[in-house]
């Protein structure tokens, strides 16, 4: 073994395997477009990081990948240069340490020297220096200081101080402002939440467990607004034996409604029991509408257009009364005359940005504009596949109002279609029906209700 290899492995016993997977899962993501929240976990289970540790790891990388912009603003202040500049590397660490200096409890020295000794060794003491002096910079300040010097001044551009405060692209904190109608109080709620690690959401199977008995073997608590929903305060929830026996699932509470308003949505006539899911992939509402089929004595087809996610859709929907077709939902060649079809359109996923963390700083506002003739297109197929008096349900992650409310007026304009109150369909004790907006469609908000920014309309053929 040469000296300098030698060297190298001393230098990797004393890296922290806690921090080093953090920024392992960084380098994925910046360098090969990974998605965090599907690498960690494996990674975490291929490396035996479990416990405390596994959560100071989920902490950091979610943590730092939410506010890669903010921190690089800060990271580019400290350093004297654009972080286009910095070597990626480099900059992986840098984020790191400057989101424990920032943004957590750490004490400074552990942030610091933690990340030094990542550096220097893979690159060695010239680049673990510069590293050093700059993470030191930024431990002068806290992240107040930072923003006040950074963030645009809040009395001439408040959407752009927000925006910077709480790690959002400006578009997307402008997007928000508009959705909410204005209120900076509302805006800086919605994007503070949207800013926070969210908990974890189970979906009970109908007919397979209750929520009240997963909420016992998963040591969670029951939902608020769906009957089928558990939180689970932590943890990786794939390591539950109700999960991996398919008993319950991961699906935010948001998505639940949609499905369950799918079900209840008011019909003009009796409900045959022909039901269809136009856009089903990776499954997460298939599985739960086929589990609601399976207890009422309906069916389901779930259109999917790729044949991998198609696979994933049959996987989760074994042994209930769901057909999977692989086909594009705008021309699936299927029989109309369905009593319930569900759309849950392809979208920028804006209302999900705080469960895929580093998905906020890759979206830009022309990803909006290309999708929005696709969500047409498809809300107009469903509508012609349903029966007259039959309803259709729209729904997507994002609260954009082009995706939402200007898909559903214009498509209705088009067609004919009538919208429904879908307020009455997702309304639960837990929920009061004031509570879900002046109607007819609902906007779920993080910080309102505790879901995903969903949307949903349902719309009745007429």
């Known amino acids: 073994m040469t000296e300098q290899r030698r060297g190298t492995k001393t230098r990797d016993k004393a890296v922290d395997p806690v921090r080093r997977a953090a920024r392992d899962v960084l380098r994925a993501v910046r360098e090969r477009d990974a998605y965090a929240n599907l690498l960690l976990p494996a990674l975490l289970r291929e490396r035996d990081i479990s416990g405390r540790d596994a959560a100071l790891a989920t902490e950091l990388t979610y943590g730092a990948a939410r506010a890669q912009g903010t921190l690089d603003a800060i990271i580019g202040a400290a350093a004297g240069r654009p972080v286009d500049e910095i070597d990626g590397r480099l900059l992986d660490v840098l984020r790191l340490g400057a989101y424990q200096l920032l943004r957590t409890r750490i004490g400074a020295h552990a942030a610091v020297s933690t990340s030094v000794d990542l550096v220097r060794a893979e690159d060695g003491q010239g680049p673990a220096g510069f590293v050093n002096a700059v993470l030191r910079k930024i431990s002068q300040r806290d992240e107040d200081l930072w923003a006040d010097e950074l963030a645009p001044p809040i009395a001439a551009d408040p959407v752009g101080h927000l925006s910077f405060r709480y790690a959002h692209p400006r578009w997307i904190g402008e997007v928000f402002a508009d959705a909410l109608g204005g209120s900076f109080g509302s805006l800086q709620a919605a994007l503070a939440a949207d800013d926070s690690r969210p908990p974890v959401h189970l979906v009970a199977r109908p007919g397979q467990i209750t929520a009240t008995e997963l909420a016992l073997v998963s040591g969670g608590d029951e939902g608020r607004l769906s009957p089928y929903c558990v939180y689970l305060p932590g943890g990786d929830p794939g390591q539950l034996d109700v999960i991996r026996e398919g008993l319950a699932g991961v699906q935010d509470e948001g998505s639940q409604l949609v499905a369950i308003a799918f079900t209840r949505a008011e019909l003009d006539g009796p409900d045959g029991g022909r039901w269809l899911d136009l856009c089903a992939g990776p499954g997460g509402k298939a599985a739960l509408i086929g589990s609601l089929a399976e207890v009422g004595g309906a069916r389901l087809n779930a259109v999917e257009v790729s044949e991998h996610r198609a696979d994933l859709i049959r996987s989760v929907t074994a042994d209930l009364p769901v057909t999977v077709h692989v086909a594009d939902g705008r021309a699936t060649d299927l029989e109309p005359g369905y009593d319930r079809v569900l759309v849950d359109a392809p979208c920028s996923g804006l209302g999900s940005l705080r469960r895929r963390p580093e998905s906020r700083w890759r979206r ?82 993080p910080h309102l209700h505790g879901t995903d920014a969903m949307f949903l309309a349902v719309l009745r053929r007429t």
Do not use: K, N
């Not at 259709?392 to 919208?419: F, K, L, R």
């Not at 997702?426 to 009061?432: E, R, S, W």
């Open 364 to 445: 830009s506002p022309g990803d909006v504009d290309e999708l929005v003739p696709l969500q047409r297109e498809l809300l107009t197929e469903a509508i012609r596949l349903t029966r007259p008096g039959g309803a259709v349900v729209y729904s997507t992650c994002s609260p954009h109002p082009a995706e939402t409310a200007g898909v559903v007026d214009a498509v209705c304009a088009a067609t004919g279609a009538e919208q429904l109150d879908a307020r009455t369909f997702v309304q639960t004790d837990g929920m009061p029906i004031d509570d879900l907006g002046p109607g007819p469609h609902v906007q779920l908000w």
